[in-house]
């Protein structure tokens, strides 16, 4: 069976803070995709990043960066110098080949940046 | 590229009536689109893969006459909530495959039914 889990259900910090955010993930599939996910206030979702299990190379975007370590099971997010427009719903997916490449989702971890 | 519309956004009816939201790829054509449950502070939790020209395979515990896919064409893809009831109030959103083996899903807007 595939399980994503996001430990920490929400997140407050500061505006120009650093802040991770964890994603563990569970899954017997061979070739799998992971995916972070934002969902800001309005409710769209908005694609980050995807990542395959073949790949375990480290991935800067900007302020964004994610770290993929498969001997963990892990798949964490930064956002270096929060802004106030990064508060939002961060999900963490993973998506396996046995399982139809259906896609799930983690329970999400709400980011709070305060000015 | 790689767009997918979901229409209504929102929508309020009254209980026992029947909702359709619908799906549309874009720009591509998917062959499989999956819909989505998300209640408020919540996750997405999938309902049912729909694929085009068969019928959908639904997750364990979703109702299959309750929450009808149909998957005319590879570019819609349409959910209809019947007799619908203030417990079906969710936001409903639906996503496409663009590539068939990356698992890289886009998603559209999402719906907010709202049932009276």
């Known amino acids: 069976a595939q399980k994503v889990t996001q430990a920490q259900t929400e997140i407050s910090v500061v505006e120009k803070e650093d802040v991770t955010l964890d994603c563990v993930y569970e899954?017997?599939?061979?070739?799998?995709?992971l995916f972070w996910y934002k969902q800001p206030p309005s409710g769209e979702l908005v694609f980050l990043i995807r990542?395959?299990?073949?790949?375990?190379q480290n991935e800067i975007s900007g302020r964004y960066s994610w770290n993929f370590q498969k001997s963990t099971s892990s798949f964490n997010f930064t956002i270096t110098a929060s802004q106030v427009v990064d508060s939002a719903v961060y999900f963490c997916a993973l998506s396996g080949n046995t399982g139809g490449f259906k896609t799930i989702f983690g329970a999400g971890t709400r980011l709070f940046v305060k000015a | 590229g790689a767009v997918v519309s979901q229409h209504p956004s929102w929508v309020i009816c009254k209980s026992g009536t029947s909702v359709k939201i619908e799906c549309r790829s874009l720009?591509?054509?998917?062959?499989?689109m999956f819909w989505y449950r998300q209640f408020p502070k919540q996750s997405l939790m999938l309902m049912a893969t729909?694929?085009?020209?068969?019928?959908?395979?639904?997750e364990q515990g979703v109702e299959k006459d309750k929450f009808l896919i149909n998957h005319a064409s590879l570019t819609l893809s349409t959910l209809t909530v019947t007799s619908a009831h203030p417990e079906d109030s969710s936001f409903y959103i639906c996503?496409?495959?663009?590539?068939?083996?990356?698992?890289?899903?886009?998603f559209g807007e999402g719906s907010r039914l709202t049932v009276l």
């Open positions: 729909s694929n085009e020209g068969s019928k959908a395979t639904y």
């Open positions: 899954t017997r599939d061979t070739t799998y995709y």
């Open positions: 996503s496409a495959r663009w590539q068939p083996n990356t698992g890289e899903l886009f």
């Open positions: 720009d591509f054509q998917a062959t499989t």
């Open positions: 990542r395959n299990s073949f790949d375990e």
